[in-house]
């Protein structure tokens, strides 16, 4: 006689198997059953008159009429009034400079604030504690100063 080919772990395995699949059946059956249960309704969130999320309708006498024109969907263009005139021209004073290496760090005598400048973007000719005017550029790595020039 042949033994059989089926072993304990195959036994275990087919078992739990076929429990999954009954735990997964009375589960579908409870949702169904909960679903007979509240009927089929459907569930509805309003918005009150004060912007706020209710489950019941709102007051229609607390109503607030809007006029469509006044909504505006795109930013209010500036006057030429509201715009100040900046000037682009700063003035500092060359905290660093290797001239051998072509850069250097001018500070901002306004607001104290350090700037990286390159060879390609001076006029004249600077050295350290030098008082300069410069402007500023948009660079890799933060704010350039560009356009030096030595005050005298």
């Known amino acids: 006689m042949a033994k059989s080919q089926q072993t304990y772990s195959?036994?275990?395995?087919?078992?739990?198997?076929r429990k999954k699949r009954e735990e997964k059946q009375k589960k579908k059956e409870a949702r169904k059953a909960a679903?007979?249960?509240r009927g089929n309704t459907i569930e509805f969130a309003y918005v009150g008159h004060d912007g706020q999320l209710t489950d019941t309708p709102p007051d229609p006498n607390l109503k607030v009429?809007?006029?469509v024109e006044s909504i505006e969907i795109n930013i209010p263009r500036m006057e030429d009034s509201d715009i100040e005139p900046v000037d682009p021209v700063r003035k500092g004073k060359v905290s660093f400079y290797d001239s051998s290496k072509g850069f250097g760090f001018i500070i901002d005598?306004?607001?104290q604030e350090k700037y990286f400048t390159h060879v390609s973007g001076l006029i004249?000719?600077?050295?350290e504690n030098d008082k300069v005017s410069f402007e500023l550029e948009k660079g890799l790595k933060g704010m350039n100063a560009v356009k030096v020039t030595l005050i005298k």
Do not use: L, Y
């Open 10 to 17: 195959k036994k275990e395995k087919e078992k739990k198997r």
């Open 35 to 37: 679903a007979k249960e």
């Open 65 to 67: 009429e809007v006029d």
């Open 109 to 111: 005598a306004e607001n």
């Open 124 to 127: 004249d000719e600077i050295a």
